[in-house]
């Protein structure tokens, strides 16, 4: 117990100088021309020092936050609204994808051809199955993308036993603990196995979450780029290493979120039942609008 102790409190320490270290010396990791740089970036995408490094920033963050509560309240809009303004644009993937879908349908029923070719200025074409299999990125951009803005407009689904019979204050103390319990938890698992997930898709030879540091410099000899072009059908959609990067995306967005609705329902519970959706951005349809005359 001693130990484990001992070592989150030496790597909570350290996260500093790691911090410290990334930002004087953007190179050592953002230069991709540099396979060294490149593994480094892959190593420490899903590392322990990671994790302590934000934590650290948020433990500092959230003790700003606790000391001023106008900058929590500042965080909680800055991160809700990113959530929006992202689920906002994605959901349009959704109008793209029943328009191709509409296209599709009638290329291939009017014009029997087995080629479709789209583009502004610069034409792509591809048979008809790619664009079909293609459809399933979309579907994919909207799930990943418009989890967290759902989550801030109250769209998902809560299974409620005895939630609903709570007092005000004791709800906020079930959605940090749930927050903290479930939710960011999972969405660290989710990012941790996504992210190498991802990378055996983009370069070669593969790389996993067992690799230290010393075996990936060594892999860095003869790294190269292999990014996945493999459809599963003939001629169908070859880019699936979109939905990898989705995965981590989704896992970024609903971790962010998560800090949101934690410091949301802190704030909610320190300033009482008045504050409740205090800055809520929520869309509300022309019909639900209450009359202005």
Known sequence: MIDAIAWFFTNLGLAAYNILYAITHPTAWLNWGDPQALLTFVYYGASVELFFATLLIVLVLTAVGVWRRNFMWGMVRGLEGFSNFTGRLFAWAGLLMVLQQVVIVFVQRIFATTHLTFGIGTATTFEISWWAE??????????????????????????????????????????????????I??????????????????ITPKVSASDTFDRLMAKSRVVRWNVETIAFSPNGFNAYFLFKVLMVAFAFMML??????????????????????????????????????
Request: proline share 3%; net charge negative; aromatic share 18%.
């Open 256 to 293: 962010l979120q998560a800090l949101a609705f934690l410091y949301r329902s802190y704030l909610e519970y320190s300033e009482g039942p008045e504050s409740e959706a205090k800055y809520l951005d929520k869309d509300v349809l022309d019909s639900d609008a209450v009359p202005t005359h």
């Open 185 to 202: 938890p999972s969405m660290l698992i989710i990012w941790f196995y996504s992210w190498f997930f991802l990378w055996r898709h983009l």
């Open 134 to 183: 293609e459809l399933k990125l979309y579907n994919a951009m909207v799930v990943c993308m418009c989890c967290a803005y759902t989550f801030v407009q109250g769209g998902h689904v809560r299974v409620d036993l005895f939630y609903a019979s709570m007092s005000f204050r004791t709800k906020r103390l079930m959605d940090m603990a749930g927050t903290m319990l479930f939710m």
